[in-house]
DNA sequence: TTGTAAGCGTTATCAT
DNA sequence: ATGATAACGCTTACAA
């Protein structure tokens, strides 16, 4: 099923198909009319391949996340998606498992399909990704993070900055011996590791003993097994933590109930990305609330502007975050 | 960038260097050496649209989703990814956003990218779109519920007799008011409800006033209002809960935390999907279990070996749930 | 407004 | 084992 053939059965040339179907302004109406009659007819459907190969436009918008399982880069694809898909591209996602090997791989695949712009995760891509991504000449936004030196154009915020707003507030708030939970340390969790240290030096407290994290993969799960490990690791002298994420958060305070650990009276508790549950939680969960969606929307504007042929005037946006202060770290009396 | 130039590079045809990539076998050691280099110097990356043209194979998976912010899709789209990636195969998604006419619109758009074979939600296409689908010729799985007659082939679970075992166990159980939270009642939901009006029925237990649904997007702050509402329509006389997934769930026991309603002893709750969180809040949520990675699974081995042809055995897969009773529903005097 | 011809980058087919 | 040539289905550039 191609276009001669819809445009022998219209009686027409094969050109006037693809422009009754790309540019349906520059074709009389009767045309049109005939035209259409005969692609319902067929039930004709374009191959993309064949236009993406003509026309050097290959209408797709790659992206390149780390992890499908991680419920924080959905919020970022909505926005990609709702913004993508009205403009007529298509979204090719690829996963690398915060893997920057895999990511290589990723990258070279999504390249082969032409992409017209991408979307990438961070800013710690290997310098073979880094040339290939320059090489190839498309618009690109990394996204997620602020990038010091961005390949192309960037959206995203400091986890350091965030990660030593929100431990600074804890301490301005009395707490004392604040811990660090932190799982799967990717680049932007380290990040928010070194703001947590910045935080504490500044304030000249120790740590020893109240950072705990692992390489495995984040979860709610994992988030009960790094409090009894902060718990022993610092001999039960710890009265806030600072959990890299939401998941790890909550994990933690429903350990803490089932240990009868009050929160936050003996243990205030803080995450990070502020994930539906965490206002809804009982007690609700203090974290830093982050425009995902936004990022994944403007990140999209911002490519297809570039590819409608205007100047993006601001190639490096800090989007921002907020501090959530709840329930969890609350030092009213009645907590 | 292209073959021809690679070629020229290494002193050899097009051909052969198309060989060097995709059947490396058929080509002399030193020739291959020799158009490695010139690949490798160049960075020639292949372009799949010319590929896809001139072969006839796009190496696309297309994947049919009704919504990209709802986690359980996730769980099968990792399942996807899992084995269509180390299969060569690029998958293509689109969100219908749970609208049939969105769904013809995503499918044409997918077939135009010629994919291999096709993976979609439920049953409930439309009549166009089962035809594009048939006519298509390619594999095609439909995931997350049972479908009485599969486009191609099926895999999935019974949503209707889900509920109703949930339910009956409730019953069994000596729950006896139970109402029903859901929201956005997409099909399967409905089958979900359905299943739970033949449980009551069956019981010969009326449901006036427990019955409380939205067309409005499920999320934990739905669960609390629904609670609510059920709370008021139901006059007070509700003892237990059986809400369409877990987000509601957790949003019905948040609620009665602050309302100072005891789960599961003024009021037992269950939900749907087993998210992580359900095994892990206090107190514990009964859910439905269904293995949704799996069936992400299940369905791409499933057309990887139709594209592989090989045979197919058993067209419908009924895949499975486990109810897990927890706390939430505990008849235990101590809860 | 409509059509003709050439070519996009790759692979299938058929030689050598 | 390697290569020449002709597609693949569409769009660009140019003509009528």
Redesign the interface.
Known sequence: MTLADVAETAGVSAITVSRVINQPDKVSASMRDKVQKAIDKL?Y??????S??ASAR?GVLGVVIPS??N?VF??V??GI?DVA?PAGY??????THYSPMEEERMV??L????PEAMIITGGDQTQHTR??LV?SGVPIVQVMETVESPIDMNVGFSHRQAGYDLVTRLLANGFDRIGFLGARMDPRAQQRMLGYKQAMDTAGRNYDGLIVTTPKPS???MG?ELLRSVMSSSNGVCDALFACNDDLA??AL?EC??MNISVPGDMAICGFNDI??AA???PSLSSVHVPRYEMGVTATEMVLKVLAGNEVENKKIDIGYTIQMRQSTSTDIHW
């Open positions: 039930g459907i374009p191959n993309r391949s064949a993406a190969l290959s499908l399982s419920a959905n919020d694809l909505r998606y898909g298509q979204v090719l996602l690829v996963d070279r695949t390249l082969s399909q032409a040339k290939m090489k979860s709610i799960a009960g909550l994990g429903f109930q089932r539906e549950t809804l939680v009982n």
